[in-house]
T-cell receptor
Framework: KQEVTQIPAALSVPEGENLVLNCSFTDSAIYNLQWFRQDPGKGLTSLLLIQSSQREQTSGRLNASLDKSSGRSTLYIAASQPGDSATYLCAVSLLGSNTGKLIFGQGTTLQVKP | KAGVTQTPRYLIKTRGQQVTLSCSPISGHRSVSWYQQTPGQGLQFLFEYFSETQRNKGNFPGRFSGRQFSNSRSEMNVSTLELGDSALYLC?????????????FGEGSWLTVV
């Protein structure tokens, strides 16, 4: 059974700091991995999607890496800003299944202090 | 292009009652999935619909049900509400079934059971 874990559960950093969020999964048979952002009381916004054959994806100040063999992904946020404060969730989709079902981690709640 | 629309956004129900939540997917999207989000359990997959058929179901009791209409709109129903059903219910849509399709989430329906 696929399980996704995110560490740390919460993180508080001063503005301008570079930071790394971690995600691990137990079964390497994934189709892809996504990082989402969730603002309080809101839905999820997709940030980055990494296919299982890819090693990383970049979008602006965000960089996500994937090491399928070790079951790990990291989300790197450069030069953090107060507007980055949110909960970040990683999710995997399953290989060999005709379903869009996502398995989520518990998320990391990030606070960036001005 | 309108996003995924969920109604109602907020509702309060009494234990024992039932509730119906509605989801309108992005125009042209045929796959709709539902997730429950609670502080304790995080985001958990409820079910997935495609072409008016339930394709996948999560590990939830039979009190949770859903359906999809010919226009791809979907509803989920929870009967005999329990306090533990208080959660954010998120709907997501994608063009087709399968893990290779980009998934878009709605803002969610906040259900409070008292």
């Amino acid at each position: 059974k696929q399980e996704v874990t995110q560490i740390p559960a919460a993180l508080s950093v001063p503005e301008g700091e570079n930071l790394v969020l971690n995600c691990s999964f137990t079964d390497s048979a994934i189709y892809n991995l996504q990082w989402f952002r969730q603002d309080p009381g809101k839905g999820l916004t997709s940030l980055l999607l990494i296919q299982s054959s890819q090693r990383e994806q970049t979008s602006g100040r965000l960089n996500a890496s994937l090491d399928k063999s070790s079951g790990r992904s990291t989300l790197y946020i450069a030069a953090s800003q107060p507007g980055d404060s949110a909960t970040y969730l990683c999710a995997v989709s399953l290989l060999g299944s005709n379903t869009g079902k996502l398995i989520f981690g518990q998320g990391t709640t990030l606070q960036v202090k001005p | 292009k309108a996003g995924v629309t969920q109604t109602p956004r907020y509702l309060i129900k009494t234990r024992g009652q039932q509730v119906t939540l509605s989801c309108s997917p992005i125009s042209g999207h045929r796959s709709v999935s539902w997730y429950q989000q609670t502080p304790g359990q995080g985001l958990q997959f409820l079910f997935e619909y495609f072409s008016e058929t339930q394709r996948n179901k999560g590990n939830f009791p039979g009190r949770f049900s859903g359906r999809q209409f010919s226009n791809s709109r979907s509803e989920m129903n929870v009967s005999t509400l329990e306090l533990g059903d208080s959660a954010l219910y998120l709907c997501a849509s994608s063009l087709n079934l399968g893990p290779g399709n980009t998934i878009y989430f709605g803002e969610g329906s906040w259900l409070t059971v008292v």
